[in-house]
Nanobody, 125 residues
Framework: QVQLVESGGGLVQAGDSLRLSCAAS????????LGWFRQAPGKEREFIAT????????YYSNSAKGRFVISRDNAKNIVYLQMNSLKPEDTGVYYC??????????????????WGQGTQVTVSS
């Protein structure tokens, strides 16, 4: 059974940093990409970043470029999202997701097969 378990969320102030973790288990992810999405109240789920498990290739949304860094530890089966210079608009529930090969772009949430339960990030001004 595939499990993605996020952790590391919390309440921070604008300008602070936070690192989220996603512990992946239940299968080999060697042919998968793992991504981070977020969802603010009343809004659709928004793509943040992805990383390919085997090669470590990364891809970011425009809002994440320059502030967020996605990385993975293959030995521990953990994907991280380092978030710097946080803004109030970064507030939301952050989800980890995984998928195998897809014809869809990496930013399409419906193309992902597995999802974590999410972790809340709140950035106060």
């Amino acid at each position: 059974q595939v499990q993605l378990v996020e952790s590391g969320g919390g309440l921070v102030q604008a300008g602070d940093s936070l690192r989220l973790s996603c512990a992946a288990s239940g299968r080999s992810f060697s042919n998968h990409i793992l991504g981070w999405f977020r969802q603010a109240p009343g809004k659709e789920r928004e793509f943040i970043a992805t990383i390919s498990w085997s090669l470590g290739n990364t891809y970011y949304s425009n809002s994440a470029k320059g502030r967020f860094v996605i990385s993975r530890d293959n030995a521990k089966n953990i994907v991280y999202l380092q978030m710097n210079s946080l803004k109030p608009e970064d507030t939301g529930v952050y989800y980890c997701a995984a998928r195998g090969y897809s014809d869809y772009g990496p930013g399409e949430p419906h193309s992902y097969d597995y999802w974590g339960q999410g972790t809340q990030v709140t950035v106060s001004s």
